[in-house]
């Protein structure tokens, strides 16, 4: 368990337990944004541009990449980026978001072994492999039904602090596999320049948003 104050990160001074057993935040009273509690089902570009601004996030940019409607935004000096999804239901708004930070190790080179044990060890996020050895952390927040602003914000800061906490977790593996000699380690050789986040590519962008699957399930299942 590690504690992320967010601090100067998004002008906030309330704490969060990060990557705990449900990755639940100590507390919300510090997020500085307009009516907290007021309870929102259908998401628009602007509205979560204003939420990130009011948090302290910088260059905060909106745009629409061909059906994808994207909020890029820095956290301090990491790039990440919210596409919103479900847009195509109600023309109100979109009905969630995804949000998500590409990753650059640099030359070292980490197993999927590594990336498993970090999705098994918490699921506040998901981590995964994309081509040319960069990997991402993502998060999906679906608002059909509604949910407050409060929660997207604490939603959003803490995924501010998951690219650092994956960083930290994939480089304790390597160290921990090579001094153990764990064979799925062996070929692991650790960068002299440290992982870093990095803007994706539109393409990358269009094909990860592509990916996502809003969930449609009707109601439970019934027995006969």
């Known amino acids: 368990m590690s504690v992320f104050t967010t601090g100067a990160r998004f002008g906030a001074t309330v704490s969060f337990i990060v990557f705990s057993a449900l990755a639940t935040p100590a507390s919300a009273e510090g997020l500085k944004i307009s009516d907290p509690d007021s309870n929102v089902e259908y998401l628009t570009a602007p509205m979560i541009g204003e939420m990130l601004t009011q948090l302290g996030a910088s260059d905060v940019q909106l745009s629409e990449e061909g059906k994808n409607k994207l909020i890029k935004f820095k956290d301090v000096d990491k790039p990440l980026l919210i596409a919103l999804v479900g847009c195509d239901v109600k023309p109100e708004g979109c009905l969630g978001m995804v949000m998500f930070a590409g990753m650059d190790p640099g030359t070292t080179k980490y197993p999927l072994e590594s990336f498993n044990a970090f999705n098994q060890k918490q699921n506040f996020v998901t981590s995964f492999k994309l081509d040319d ?5 993502t998060r999906l927040v679906i608002s059909e039904g509604g ?11 803490n995924f501010a602090a998951a690219p650092n906490e994956i960083m930290k977790f994939l480089n304790s593996q390597i160290v921990a596999g090579l001094q153990e000699g764990n064979p799925q380690f062996q070929t692991a050789s650790l960068s002299v320049t440290p992982s870093r986040v990095v803007a994706l590519a539109p393409l990358e962008i269009a094909k990860f948003v592509a990916s996502i699957q809003m969930p449609n399930a009707k109601g439970l299942q019934k027995r006969q």
């Open 133 to 137: 050895n960069k990997y991402a952390v």
């Open 147 to 157: 949910v407050t602003k409060k929660n997207l914000a604490v939603n959003i800061v």
